[in-house]
């Protein structure tokens, strides 16, 4: 895979983070813009549409959590959270809030190479579907159109799924009945095993489910197999395009 004229947004109000990133994403293929706060981003956005944002959640006016939520409202860019809290917290609220994966300060900047490449694998342009991939996928009474990434409700209203939540809901449907694994899905989410203290495949499947409108209490769609993973409980119908 290439990653030639990918784009990349740095947030960081440390500029010597913002330039150690600059400088090794760019030695590794990336375009790379760096900005300092949130007004910093917005303002970047007017005129670029990124790959994949690096987000810090410590900013100075709105933090990390504020952005990535306003940015869910209008786009399903990447986002890869930055927490210098030692416990779950941040990376949950984080995840909660949108963002596709997290990483802990100090960081290896290899690791969070690898996080990316695992993250930017995974996204496909929103013109096509991929090739194979089935136009449409009927499960219960949704609708998923994987060209325009909208997700169809039974009283026709649509709403753009983003990248974690879209790849982990066509995980499913190509699955159909099979139960996944914890680690089956953090390795095509985060392209790593999940780890036993890890609860972000909890958020994960806990927000794809409130994506759904399915009861996480009594979930009739995704169910929980204790000790195993979870599995689509419903059939599937694909439609392929010519």
Do not use: W
Request: glycine content about 8%.
């Amino acid at each position: 895979m290439t990653h030639k004229n990918k784009h990349i947004v740095v947030v960081d109000d440390d500029l010597e983070i913002r330039q150690l990133l600059s400088q090794y994403l760019s030695k590794n293929g990336f375009d790379v813009s760096p900005a300092e706060d949130g007004e910093t981003l917005f303002k970047l956005l007017e005129g670029v549409t990124p790959d994949l944002i690096i987000l810090d959640i410590m900013l100075p006016g709105d933090d990390g959590f504020t952005i990535c939520q306003r940015l869910r409202k209008s786009s399903t860019v990447p986002i890869i959270m930055l927490t210098a809290n030692a416990d779950d917290t941040d990376r949950i609220v984080g995840l909660e809030m949108g963002a596709d994966d997290y990483i802990a300060k100090p960081f290896n900047p290899r690791e969070l190479l690898a996080r990316m490449k695992a993250i930017l694998r995974r996204v496909q342009p929103k013109q096509s579907a991929p090739s194979g991939q089935p136009k449409i996928y009927r499960f219960g009474n949704l609708v998923l159109d994987t060209t325009s990434r909208m997700l169809v409700q039974p009283n026709g209203d649509k709403s753009a799924i983003s990248g974690a939540d879209y790849t982990l809901l066509c995980l499913f449907l190509e699955k159909g009945n099979e139960v996944l694994s914890r680690d089956e899905i953090s390795d095509v989410l985060h392209g790593r095993e999940c780890s036993p203290l890890d609860r972000s495949i909890d958020v994960h499947m806990s927000r794809l489910r409130q994506r759904l409108g399915d009861d996480a209490k009594n979930p009739t769609l995704i169910k929980t197999v204790r000790g195993s993973g979870y599995v689509l409980a419903v059939p599937v119908e694909r439609e392929y395009g010519d």
